[in-house]
């Protein structure tokens, strides 16, 4: 099979595509035919050399979708459509960026759809992290406000929708004043440009605050975002697009406003239930709810799918698939 190894900590160009051995699953694990897989930030840290623990060389990937191959265990029929995301994929053990993967079987989700493979490869852990954010981590009600911040990321994009869809008024945000009107035309109501500094503005604008605020930038905004939030409001911090994780001197009483909650969600601690998965392809299907993708890519093009990761030019999910 084709994989694409990394030996070394690095830029994209230490992503080697090689051919090896197909692997053979073992007890409690599968093996799967991956036909296509998204690509994610964590992967782009863990490239970098950021992941603590993680040891080259390895196979990249913390999601994917496809086929199952063999099951040893009975439970699984071949060729039962799957997805599977986190479990220590592409960290622990060798993960999607390869023709077949052998996984365990406690991360599997089996699925049905018609949807092509490149549409369902961006979905997994896009869909497990927004919704489990959302609904899980923020609980968000209809008739709440919501702001999106880092809402032209590919988990922002599908969060404005499914925020949207539940009921909320949304805003998102933007560091460039040329993506205003696409983040309207994806369904926000209103765009602030951010500048590291949104209190400001949200001061000005919407001196209610917000019910609920999704961080996806990091830990460099995360307590700008807290002073967005009402009393009594919420704030989860799930992404790292500023690839910063971690707060000097943190003092919780002078860095969370009185009354507002933060959380965070991490796909790798709580996962969402198999239904909510099969019923989310069912809207993407329906097309209630409209995936982005920023690029499609073959597994011989790995490099080049991590160079576009890289510029933070790609208005979606970049996704690979391995035919």
């Known amino acids: 099979m084709k994989a694409a190894v990394i030996y070394t900590a690095g830029g ?12 053979q699953a073992g007890l409690d694990q599968v093996l799967v035919k991956v036909r296509a897989f998204g690509l994610n ?34 439970k699984w029929q071949s060729g039962q459509q799957v997805a599977a995301c986190m479990g220590g994929m592409g960290r622990d053990y060798d993960g999607s960026y390869a023709e077949y993967a052998v996984l365990p079987s406690s991360i599997i989700y089996p699925f049905t759809s018609k949807l092509s493979w490149d549409i369902l490869g961006a979905i997994p852990e ?3 992290t927004v919704y489990g954010s959302l609904h899980l981590a923020l609980r968000i009600q209809k008739g709440e406000s919501i702001l999106v911040r880092g809402g032209t990321s590919s988990i922002g994009l599908l969060a404005i929708q499914l925020a949207r869809h539940t009921g909320l008024s949304v805003i998102a945000t933007s560091r460039s004043e040329d993506k205003r009107q696409f983040l309207l035309e994806k369904g926000a109501e209103a765009v602030l440009i951010d500048d590291g500094n949104l ?9 209610e605050r917000f019910d609920k605020v999704l961080e996806l930038v990091g830990a460099s905004t995360l307590k700008d975002s807290l002073s967005c939030a009402k009393q009594g409001g919420s704030v989860c911090m799930t992404g790292m697009l500023s690839e910063i994780w971690s707060i000097q001197d943190f003092a919780p009483m002078d860095y969370i406003p009185a009354t507002v909650n933060l959380t965070v969600y991490d796909t790798g601690q709580v996962s969402v239930e198999h239904n909510a998965f099969q019923s989310f392809i069912s ?28 510029s933070n030019k790609a208005s979606g999910k970049i996704v690979v698939i391995t035919d």
């Open 12 to 23: 994209p160009e230490q992503l080697i595509v090689e051919d090896r051995a197909v692997p």
């Open 199 to 207: 209190k400001t503005q949200v001061d000005e604008l919407y001196p």
């Open 283 to 310: 809207m993407v299907e329906s097309g209630e709810i409209k995936i982005s993708i920023g690029g499609v890519f073959k597994l011989d093009q790995i490099v080049e799918a991590h160079q576009l990761m890289d």
């Open 126 to 128: 896009m869909f497990q």
């Open 41 to 74: 930030r964590s992967e782009l840290m863990t490239r970098k050399g950021y992941s603590p623990g993680v040891v080259f060389p390895r196979i990249l990937g913390i999601e994917c979708v496809g086929e199952i191959v063999s099951d040893p265990s009975g």
